[in-house]
């Protein structure tokens, strides 16, 4: 079946620092929706991205859909201590418009 | 705008006890609903969806199982559980965005 593969798991990086994670497939996705989860909560969507080529922002937060439609991009500009979480990518799968297809996450760490 | 809750927030249980989590979406009609695991620092596991009342659709063999009783509300339910049924269970709604939306989680600890 179709996976996403995400990366890296997980980041370590200092406070002001850039962030970036991308998410591939050996399968095309015609949608790809970044989420973020904050601990004991439930995951929040980011950005959602619906065309090939698409670049979106929100705030600090910029997203690509790839133009081979099998990856995507999440970039986080100046980091701060409240961009801790795990950030998950996802798009629906092809044989099934009810069900999300989700990468494992990153998880972003802050360095003290 | 639509809503979606579940509850209790948190709950302890015994080993062999039953349990029900509920969740309820409001602003919207005849939602596909979700019940998602997440075990510690882990991924998303599907355990099951729904697209109308009484329909239910299980991804993996286990010790739950999922009840839609009426359009809005989706319940998680165990006769007995395990310690292995332990983690955080999120409902979620499915917009025609293709987006998914969760509600606040619900942290189940079986002792």
């Known amino acids: 079946g179709q996976q996403l593969n995400q990366s890296p798991q997980s980041m370590f990086i200092q406070e002001g620092e850039d962030v970036s994670m991308n998410c591939t497939s050996s399968?095309?996705?015609?949608?790809w929706l970044w989420y973020k989860q904050d601990p004991g909560e439930g995951p929040v969507l980011l950005i959602a991205l619906y065309k090939a080529g698409e670049l979106t922002s929100n705030g600090r937060l910029t997203a690509q859909f790839g133009t081979t439609r099998k990856d995507s991009f999440l970039n986080i500009s100046a980091s701060i201590p409240s961009d801790v979480g795990i950030y998950f990518c996802?798009?629906?799968?092809?044989?099934?418009?009810?069900?999300?297809?989700w990468g494992a996450g990153t998880k972003l760490i802050i360095k003290p | 705008s639509q809503t979606i809750h579940q509850w209790p927030a948190t709950l302890v249980q015994p080993v062999g006890s039953p349990l029900s989590l509920e969740c309820t979406v409001e602003?919207?009609?005849?939602?596909?609903l979700y019940w998602y695991r997440q075990a510690a620092g882990r991924g998303l596991q599907l355990l099951f969806y729904?697209?109308?009342?009484?329909?239910i659709s299980s991804e993996v063999p286990q010790n739950l199982s999922a009840s839609r009783p009426q359009d809005r509300q989706f319940i998680l339910s165990s006769k007995k559980l395990l310690l292995s049924d332990s983690g955080f269970y999120l409902c979620?709604?499915?917009?025609?965005?293709?987006?998914?939306?969760f509600g606040e989680g619900s942290r189940l600890t079986v002792l």
């Open positions: 979620a709604w499915l917009a025609d965005t293709g987006e998914l939306f």
């Open positions: 602003g919207t009609s005849n939602p596909n």
């Open positions: 729904s697209v109308g009342i009484g329909q």
């Open positions: 399968s095309i996705f015609n949608t």
């Open positions: 996802a798009g629906p799968g092809l044989d099934s418009n009810y069900q999300l297809i």
